[in-house]
């Protein structure tokens, strides 16, 4: 069997586990209708959800971006699915082995001084590995589990065809653009000299950040499908959610300002922000630790977002109109603008608010935003829908993931303040000349 034919293979089979797991919840579902209550339900979602997440590949990220798009799924469904993680089991010891000197070369274990076999941490894409380099420093390996490329392309494919089927039931929202913006940035996760590239870029944007650690890639033990970083110590977010609130809120400023500095002074944000990304220092600061699902913007994106806010703080409609052209919506009505300012009223709203609050108001957490986008759809259905830009799916998903994780520490701050810290001063062309030279020194392209 040639390459090519192995890769049609590879893709045929994760097509068929992709579609049976879905197949059976679909089934379930069926029975639970015949039995008079709805197929698509929250408990149905919760069968989606076990099946997507021990499921190796971004079939699981696919779900996620997806439930964040107004309209897409019914609330109950979109919910469970914007928590969904990866519980799929790391893999073993002959999986190791064979990757590493499918990446390394044989010997490759004389290049470390020791290397534990036994994963510390497992993800969608990969699995990570304790390591300590010949001259004694701690390292974090990433191994990427094999035929990731067919697993892409195969989920992609299939999401592309629900895109296709849920535009046939109700076109309110042309997904045609969300799915090439979700596949081109799936497809840049298998690259790791390119996360690489992004770990060096986000050390570079906050250097003055004492509160927030980046690790350093190891390019003599890194390869496309291998990263080798400096090991960073911390404990998950999530055991701090009973913490004392200086110590939540003092990790919920790390969190924002990791979030919004790189945006505001380089156009750069962090596309995947859940909880399992951060881990949090012995002295209260936090580490950064997964740099895959990076987007970059140009400078007039960054400045149509700014606007978009000074738009709200001032009611002015026709900034805001201005602001979406930015954003790449194509002649916005102002019919169009005053809904679209429904959602981005939402997601501005603990920004605009000068005050100390939570970000939520009292929302559940698993309701965060749903609420909302559905409100929207439901007025684009009856004007007749509208079509994202590419840019639009990843600042809504990182805007719904952030507020998600503050609200999940309980975090009690003046948003405000922190943006308005972040924003002033903000120059166009300041920003492009700041972002230049960041990405020329990180080897990373700048956006198109």
Known sequence: MNKREDGIGRRITRFARVSSGLAGVAARGAARSLGGTRAVSARNAEDLTRVLGNLRGPVMK????????????????????????TSAPPMGASFVRRRMEAELGKGWEKKFKSFDREAAAAASLGQVHRAVAKDGTRLACKLQYPAMEAAVDADV???????????????????????????????????????????KLYAIMLKDREDI???????????????????????????????????????????????????????????????????????????????????????????????????????????????????????????????????????????????????????????????????????LKAMGGVRPPREFVFMDRAAIGLGGALMRLGAELNFHKLFEEEIADFDVDALAKRQRAAFKQAGVPLPA
């Open 62 to 85: 696919v779900a996620q971006f997806i439930a964040t798009v107004p309209g897409v799924l019914p609330p109950d469904v979109a919910a469970p699915l914007l928590t969904l993680q």
């Open 157 to 199: 494919r299939q999401l592309k065809t629900a895109l296709m089927l849920q535009r046939g039931f109700d076109g309110t929202i042309d997904t045609r653009e969300i799915g090439a913006e979700i596949a081109a940035r799936l497809e840049e996760e298998l690259d790791y000299a390119r996360e690489a590239a992004h770990m």
């Open 213 to 379: 650690a980046v690790p350093e890639p190891v390019a003599s033990l890194s390869t496309k499908r291998l990263l080798t970083m400096t090991w960073l110590d911390g404990r998950p977010i999530v055991e701090f959610e009973n913490a004392a609130l200086a110590t939540r809120n003092a990790i919920s400023t790390a969190l924002f300002k990791a979030w919004w500095r790189p945006f505001a002074r380089y156009g750069v944000i962090h596309g995947d922000p859940h909880l399992g990304n951060y881990a949090v220092r012995a002295d209260g600061g936090i580490n950064l630790l997964d740099y895959g699902c990076i987007r970059t913007f140009r400078p007039d994106f960054v400045a149509g977002v700014i606007g978009l806010y000074r738009a709200l703080q001032k009611k002015d409609e026709k900034l805001a109109a201005k602001s979406y052209e930015a954003w790449g919506f194509k002649k916005p009505t102002p019919e169009m603008v005053k809904v679209l300012n429904m959602w981005a009223g939402f997601i501005f709203d603990p920004l605009l608010d000068d005050r100390v609050r939570v970000v939520d108001n009292g929302v559940p957490a698993a309701e965060y935003g749903i609420r909302q986008a559905n409100d929207v759809h439901a007025k």
